[in-house]
């Protein structure tokens, strides 16, 4: 006979049962122990996320990305975007020349009122209408009841521009508004001194800057201009940011020009024999005045050269225009047209130069300089944004390209020169004194870890798809290759993902409680919601995208760079990657029908205010943070549709009889998701985070705006699924059709309404927000009206 199993007597102690303060005591433990290993996990997680690496990055030895001859470095152009006008060279210590204007009489500093960098608040508009990026540019600027023209011209080493003041809507006659000319010579080695005619009056300067070599500067006026002038030495480290500042003490100094600018010069004591290196010329102008600056290097400007100059190279670039875009009346009204060169001008003509170091963060705490570093970029905006910003270059080369492939491909090789021995290219790129100026101090620095949409790949593909480049300019990719591939080496490990054929954005912040859905920088869209809680176990679906498009045009170019070694690699790479099995197996949730992100996610989130004491003035302030309600899980961010569900589709990895995409395409336009009668909506009205804010003072900005560049993918994604054979291509071409006039009538209307491109549009509305003038990515609104993708 078995023994049965009996549990032993227990016998209480005062009261309380042994056994169950042994269990209790357990669960203690267990949930102390849990506690910690939470707390461990989000410590480590914390660190890994947001700790910024320990290495130091050194700029790659890799072969330059860049020709040698691809830039003239002492040919004037544009190149300070941050300025409502100002020209320089693409040389380190090149020259800068700017305007600044303000209007008389003037009694107090608060209403000085000098414009000089662009600033929203002002209220200017401008916008280039005519501009090549190179050598010409038509600018018109409307300050209040002030109209005026910038226009400029450049040959050789040379420049002339002309400031036209226009008939205004109201009368400026006796308001008096001064324009004032400037000049900084930032190379120690440049002298300037003042050129007088025979009567011993001063009409210009003279002198010599390395590179440049010997130049005379004159000025002209018509109408009635009035000229004063005054120049100095300033130290070497002088900020040019800082000019205005600086001219306007010596208006405080001169009283007098307050009131009758004619009545007093503000000269510095020196004598003619001095060098100079900075110098105010003042015309006070009254309507329809005409004032000109020409800066002739070693006699390369004729007399008198700037009107046949300047309509000479503003009706090449019109004809030019027309050749490569055909915007044909019948298809467009005119003023579509003139919308459509006005985006390619103010993308050409926001072009930037800059040199110097990037300053990266290492180890959370240590600021260090990185390069130097040399760019070429257009920017997103002059106002607000007037810098380079790595994915929207790559938006911004595919309207550059159309017009200009070979300074395309230049400037895209700039970028790839600044790559580091790792593979990491900065995310922003802010050189010089003047980029620096318009960023806060805390958003300065780049994190060596932290990556970016690979756009220029999407826009590779686009180069290697058009014939006559390729026929002409296909060892140009081959030069580029080198460096293209230790970037997307980088991207493949550095983002790596948690499981083989995942990807993952770095950087999110794991421990904030003061953003309802952490914010993913890198990824391009900011505070579009993914896994509410960030985990080294999440994956995205965008990057896993963005891989699978780059992979498939490295292998194209390794093929042509002969990389046979690599080959096996890329081609592994390609294959799982671009698999629709591997898409599938991570991101589609066929309960929901939808391709999602995956991560440790609750659907219960939101920001609550809470009321706490503020210890430096004893009062109470409201702050809200995030709760919770419902533990987060692993699993599918499926309370979430928007741009980001749509990649797939997007960067073309469904294949044309894709079930998957046919039920895309379906869904495509509903207008409680994304569709609406301006574009499509950056995130579904469905989901919670619909226009919600991220932060008590961040307002909705990749939930809900409809952005162009986004816009842009999807037609040209429809435009391929409408054109190749497949099940879907008639549902394709309905979709193309009525979003591609939904785009254009918008954006045209809001042109013609506020005279700005913006930086995203109201879904509800369709009225222009964010920065303005925008002159990036919402500009391929010309690339859209002409059909010109591929």
Known sequence: ??????????????????????????????????????????????????????????????????????????????????????????????????????????????????????????????????????????????????????????????????IRVLPSKGDIKGRKYAFVFYMLMTDEEAKMFVKRDASGVLIGYQGEAPGIGKFDLTFENEGSAIITNTSMHVPANFDPQKVDEFFQRFLWLNEDAFIDIKAKSFNENMSD????????????????????????????????????????????????????????????????????????SNMLGSIGYWHGHSTVLIGGAVRLPYGPLTLVSAVPSRPFFPRGFLWDEGFHQLLIKQYDPVMSVDMVATWLDSIDSHGWIPREMILDTEAKARVPPEFIPQVPDVANPPVFFYLIESFMKTPDFMAHHSRRLVQLYPRLKLWYTWLRTSQAGPHKGTFRWRSRNATTNLELNPKTLPSGLDDFPRASHPSGEEYHLDLLCWMAMSSRVLRQIAEYASDTEFMPDIEADMTLFNDPENLDKWHWNEAKQRYFDFGSHSDTVSLISENQRDPATNGVITIKRRHVKTYPSLRHVDNVCGYVNLFPMLLRLLPPTSAKLGIMLNSLKDPKELWTEYGLRSLSTKSPYYMKYNTQHDGPYWRGPIWININY????????????????????????????????????????ETGYFWEHYNDKTGKGGGSHPFTGWTALVLNIMAERYD
């Open 1 to 162: 006979m078995r023994r049965r199993n009996v549990a032993p007597r227990i016998i209480p102690v005062n009261g309380r049962d042994p056994r169950r303060a042994e269990e209790q005591e357990n669960r203690t433990l267990t949930w102390a122990i849990c506690a910690a290993l939470i707390l461990t996990f989000i410590i480590v997680v914390y660190l890994f996320e947001s700790t910024p690496p320990d290495f130091i990055p050194i700029p790659s030895t890799l072969p330059n990305a860049s020709r040698v001859d691809a830039f003239d470095p002492h040919a004037w152009g544009t190149y300070r975007s941050h300025t409502y006008f100002g020209l320089r060279t693409k040389y380190p210590n090149s020259p800068l020349f700017g305007l600044m204007w303000y209007k008389q009489p003037i009694y107090e500093a608060s209403s000085l009122g000098i414009r000089h960098t662009c600033k929203q608040e002002e209220g200017v508009q401008y916008m280039w209408k005519d501009a090549d990026g190179k050598s010409f540019g038509h600018q018109d600027v409307i300050d209040k009841e002030l109209k005026f023209e910038t226009n400029w011209v450049g040959v050789d080493s040379s420049f002339s521009t002309e």
């Open 273 to 344: 024999a001095e060098p100079r290196n900075l110098f105010f010329v003042q015309f006070l102008v009254d309507d329809k005045s005409v004032i000109r600056a020409n800066f002739n290097a070693r006699n390369s400007l004729s007399k008198n050269a700037f009107k046949p100059l300047y309509t000479q190279k503003l009706n090449a670039f019109r004809e030019e225009f027309d050749k490569k875009y055909e915007l044909e009346q019948s298809q467009f009204p005119k003023s579509y047209k003139t919308m459509g060169r006005a985006a390619l």
């Open 713 to 752: 993918l999807a037609l040209a994604a429809l435009k391929h699924y409408s054109t190749v054979s497949g099940p879907h291509s008639a549902v394709a071409t309905k979709l193309y059709t009525e979003l591609r006039h939904n785009v254009i009538t918008n954006i045209a209307n809001q042109y013609q």
